[in-house]
């Protein structure tokens, strides 16, 4: 089962950037959705992006113009571009990998957007 590791969380200030990666331990061509979710504290764990495949893009409402979702199936990475970052975008965000059979998720990274 593939196994999941993010990275580039870190503090920000309110209208900054980051970058987070999410490295997978074997090919993740065959993987059907990979995605980022992410959750606050004393909040429930919530969807942010996802990508299929095929390249089929999915946003949060409230992520949609400031984050972009992308994979590269070469190098077996998941990525987030986080633009204009809000202080409400804080959470530890997390990757995940679905296929038809098995779900997978990685440790999660923690992004401090300070206002």
């Known amino acids: 089962q593939v196994q999941l590791v993010e990275s580039g969380g870190g503090l920000v200030q309110a209208g900054g950037s980051l970058r987070l990666s999410c490295a997978a331990t074997?090919?993740?061509?065959?993987?059907?959705?990979m995605g980022w979710y992410r959750q606050a504290p004393g909040k429930q764990r919530e969807l942010v992006a996802t990508i299929t495949s095929g390249a089929v893009t999915n946003y949060a409402d409230s992520v949609k113009g400031r984050f972009t979702i992308s994979r590269d199936n070469a190098k077996n990475t998941v990525s987030l571009q986080m633009n204009n970052l809000k202080s409400e975008d804080t959470a530890v965000y997390y990757c995940n990998a679905k296929t038809p059979f098995v779900q997978t998720w990685g440790k999660g990274t923690q992004v401090t957007v300070s206002s």
């Open positions: 074997d090919s993740i061509s065959s993987i059907t959705v």
